[in-house]
């Protein structure tokens, strides 16, 4: 059964006019791109109030609009749902699932914070990638999403480079700045969201749009765009986070090989390959041993990497006593207290006390077990197929950003909880939508 065949209309076909199907599909784009941003420049920080005990953001109020566009263009359109994916299909399970888990967690522990990361970590990423669904939207559009997210890219980058070097009369926000709100990671490239694995992404992502764009660039503007992809790179090293440079260079490596003419393909990866690994070996000291935060001496930073074996043995422990459903979203510091003390352990097990996991697979396995790891393997892995055959069917931009921003997510991923990171799954979510509103080649179909 092909994916076509999976399509469901409840109400009347309409024609693509448009770039964008109709205004209320493009005042709904608008929306979920402004809620993306808001979060990831002006987020909880920078700005926010309480009601009702509640804190809120700029983000969060713009999601509302984002949640009533929605409603409002599925009424409109006759609830007409184009083209539905695996993906969609596994998107919908798996957060359904993480939701059940949510729930028994704060009925049985009196927790809300299983369900307020449910929220915000997976239920609002879920519906920018529907909003960006809806969309069908035409090469030039795709073109001004490119641009307006290489230049938020070049701000990033250019602020890490401040944070770095020490010129904080160049960053802005100032809190990036500000102990006070968060002293972890000063030092780097952390940005507004105070984290370089996150910065780091998204940097990535930026830098992948800027390649694409150049594809296609005047020789005019070629000066200008290497000045830009020179301002990318050292951002994307100014985070000083190790998964973040193997992430960029796996999607360097992946872009390369795509936009190139085919016989240069072969040479281009294996070049890359060979100055990675060479580069590797000439700094493997430095690589693990690097002082990189100000608070972090070099020694400390060595320690942080020989944690990972410690952290999968507890995760291994924890899972083989709640194999198939987990200890519940949002569990893992507090069901890790009763392994934390076991005298039989084989293994320093309290050096993991302080820590989260530090792997997002084994912390989806140990917080909603085999299942919830299933589910959001198949999810990744029907997002990679969809975006595929997408970019197959010869539309490029933003079916190669999706490419890259899945390849990010999980190079990162195999180092961090990239879900526990604010704005990583709305990210991920985001682009992986934008990635899937444009238009299928009826005759590649």
Not at 73 to 100: H, K, N, P, S, W
Not at 121 to 149: D, H, K, N
Not at 173 to 202: C, H, K, M, T, W
Not at 229 to 248: D, N, P
Request: charged letters at 15%; glycine letters at 8%.
């Amino acid at each position: 059964m092909n994916d076509s065949s999976l399509a469901l209309v409840i109400g009347p076909r309409q024609r693509v006019t448009s770039p964008i199907r109709s205004s209320g599909e493009g005042v709904l784009l608008v929306f979920a791109l402004m809620t993306l941003l808001a979060g990831i420049l002006f987020g909880y920080p920078f700005w926010h109030v309480r009601y009702s005990g509640i804190p809120l953001t700029l983000d969060r109020m713009l999601w509302i609009g984002v949640m009533l566009g929605l409603v409002v263009v599925m009424l409109r359109r006759g609830f007409a749902l184009r083209e539905i994916t695996r993906g969609d299909i596994f998107l919908v399970v798996f957060i359904t699932y993480l939701g059940i888990s949510a729930t028994i967690a704060a009925v049985g522990e009196n927790d809300s914070a299983s369900v307020a990361r449910w929220i915000f970590f997976y239920f609002v990423p879920a519906t920018l990638y529907f909003s960006a669904r809806q969309m069908q939207i035409s090469e030039s559009v795709q073109r001004v999403i490119l641009i307006g997210i290489g230049c938020v890219g070049i701000y990033l980058a250019l602020t890490g480079v401040a944070e770095v070097f020490g010129f904080g009369f160049l960053v802005f926000p100032p809190y990036i700045l500000d102990q006070s709100i968060s002293g972890e990671f000063l030092g780097r490239a952390r940005g507004p969201l105070l984290n370089p694995v996150v910065n780091g992404f998204l940097m990535t992502i930026a830098w992948a749009a800027w390649i694409v764009l150049s594809r296609s660039a005047p020789r005019r503007w070629w000066p200008i765009l290497l000045l830009v992809h020179a301002v990318m790179v050292v951002g994307i090293v100014s985070t000083l986070t190790r998964s973040v440079w193997m992430g960029a260079c796996l999607s360097g490596l992946f872009l390369g090989y795509n936009l190139l003419p085919q016989r240069y393909r072969w040479a281009w990866l294996a070049t890359g390959a060979f100055v990675v690994i060479l580069i590797a070996v000439l700094v493997k000291g430095l690589f693990w041993e690097m002082k990189r935060d100000r608070e972090l001496s070099a020694a400390e930073a060595a320690r942080s990497a020989q944690l990972r074996p410690i952290l999968a043995q507890l995760a291994w422990e924890m899972t083989k006593d709640h194999p198939f459903f987990g200890v519940g979203l949002a569990q893992y510091d507090r069901a890790k207290e009763g392994y934390l003390s076991n005298p039989l352990a084989s293994y320093p097990v309290n050096q993991a006390k302080p820590y989260s996991q530090h792997n997002v697979f084994l912390s989806v396995l140990v917080e909603t077990g085999a299942v919830g790891l299933t589910g959001f393997m198949f999810l990744l892995a029907a997002w990679g197929r969809d975006v595929a055959l997408l970019r197959r069917d010869g539309n490029q931009h933003l079916c190669l950003l999706g490419v890259v921003a899945l390849a990010a997510y999980i190079t990162n991923g195999m180092f961090h909880d990239v879900t526990i990171i604010p704005q990583m799954n709305a990210v991920l979510f985001t682009v992986v939508g934008l990635a899937q509103s444009v238009p299928r080649d009826p005759a590649a179909s």
